[in-house]
């Protein structure tokens, strides 16, 4: 979906319509539907501080940056081919349409990096979830985003949809605006199953030490993208 600005055209994640689906997904209109929730517009940026270019994103590899609170990462992806939007559902059985890849190619993504099972997430210590090109050791697929905790697996391709383990939902999606001119990308959204209170809740001494009182506040303005190697010291593959 493309809006004109001013800057010229905006390729949007929007609430669309789609009939593709995965083991979670509804027939479109069935059930409750779930929408995207906004959150403050945020420009993606590299840790000198300057815009990040989606034509710089090296495919098939693992970014991590903050948002919408600043304690909780996302994945930032480009997968190397396109991404087609997807019917889904969360696990309380609210249908939403993810809207699939933008970019140039139609094939960046972002999701929550937050476990949809027991909440893993990666610190700058360690990550027990990533993106994997090929299968890990207890792994039976590639190009997946996979957590060692219980080894759910989710596809990125198909908005993070369930492949195997026990997760009962996809991972949350964040919603990425992009700008053909300027090549930049911003964030400002979710869609899916937020599992940010919980989150909180479970890390809550944890994030006190990591981050500070700043952890349940808001990211506006600038996100820094790092590669994932980058921010955390331990990547584990199992």
């Not at 908005?159 to 930049?184: E, I, M, N």
């Not at 869609?191 to 890390?203: C, Q, S, V």
């Amino acid at each position: 979906m493309t809006a004109r600005s001013p800057d010229g055209p905006t390729q949007l994640h929007g609430d669309l319509h789609c009939r593709s689906g995965g083991p979670f997904a509804g027939p479109p209109g069935a059930g409750r539907h779930a929408r995207p929730k906004d959150y403050a517009k945020t420009l993606l940026v590299n840790e000198r501080g300057d815009p990040l270019r989606a034509a710089q994103l090296l495919p098939q590899t693992n970014y991590v940056f903050h948002y919408p609170f600043e304690a909780t990462p996302v994945f930032l992806l480009d997968l190397g081919k396109p991404a087609a939007p997807q019917a889904l559902s969360t696990e309380s059985k609210d249908a939403y349409n993810w809207p699939g890849g933008v970019g140039r190619n139609r094939s960046i993504v972002a999701f929550s990096a937050i476990c949809a099972h027991q909440l893993v997430y990666p610190t700058k210590d360690v990550s027990f979830i990533s993106f994997r090109k090929t299968r890990a050791q207890k792994g039976v697929h590639d190009n997946v985003i996979h957590c060692c905790a219980e080894h759910s697996q989710y596809d990125p391709a198909k908005g993070a949809r369930v492949l195997s383990g026990p997760a009962r939902q996809p991972l949350c999606a964040v919603l990425l605006q992009h700008d053909a001119k300027a090549d930049t990308l911003t964030a400002y959204a979710t869609l899916g199953g937020e599992l940010f209170d919980a989150f909180f809740r479970k890390y809550e001494m944890k994030l006190s030490l990591e981050v500070g009182a700043k952890a349940k506040h808001a990211v506006s303005g600038q996100a820094v993208v790092r590669e994932l190697e980058k921010f955390c010291r331990n990547s584990v593959q199992c």
